[in-house]
Nanobody, 122 residues
Framework: QVQLVESGGGLVQAGGSLRLSCAFS????????MAWFCQAAGKEREFVAA?????NYADSVKGRFTISRDNAKNTVYLQMNNLQPEDTAVYYC??????????????????WGQGTQVTVSS
């Protein structure tokens, strides 16, 4: 059974940075595509970034966010720079066991964390 636990959210001023972490417990972390999604209040969940051997980013975060993984530590990270108020959301870590391609639709992901709140003040 896979469990995902996010950490690192918080309150930051516009232009600031945060690094989110997602700890994976279970077998074969390196076999999973790992991704970050976000959901702002009153909005649908959105894809942010994903990583396997390659990476994929939403257009809104390209050049500001960086996803990375440490397979030795079973952890995936999301470095968020130049944060803006529109980045305010709950950020979720997710794992997809189908690893041939990176998929950006949340319905394909098998496991989800509980989420961590990111709030960016103007």
């Amino acid at each position: 059974q896979v469990q995902l636990v996010e950490s690192g959210g918080g309150l930051v001023q516009a232009g600031g940075s945060l690094r989110l972490s997602c700890a994976f417990s279970g077998r074969a972390f390196s076999w999973y595509v790992m991704a970050w999604f976000c959901q702002a209040a009153g909005k649908e969940r959105e894809f942010v970034a994903a990583i396997m051997s390659s990476t994929n980013y939403a257009d809104s975060v390209k050049g500001r966010f960086t996803i990375s993984r440490d397979n030795a530590k079973n952890t995936v990270y999301l470095q968020m720079n130049n944060l803006q108020p529109e980045d305010t959301a709950v950020y979720y870590c997710a794992a997809d066991s189908f690893t041939s391609i990176i998929r950006t639709a949340g319905r394909f992901y098998d496991y989800w964390g509980q989420g961590t709140q990111v709030t960016v003040s103007s």
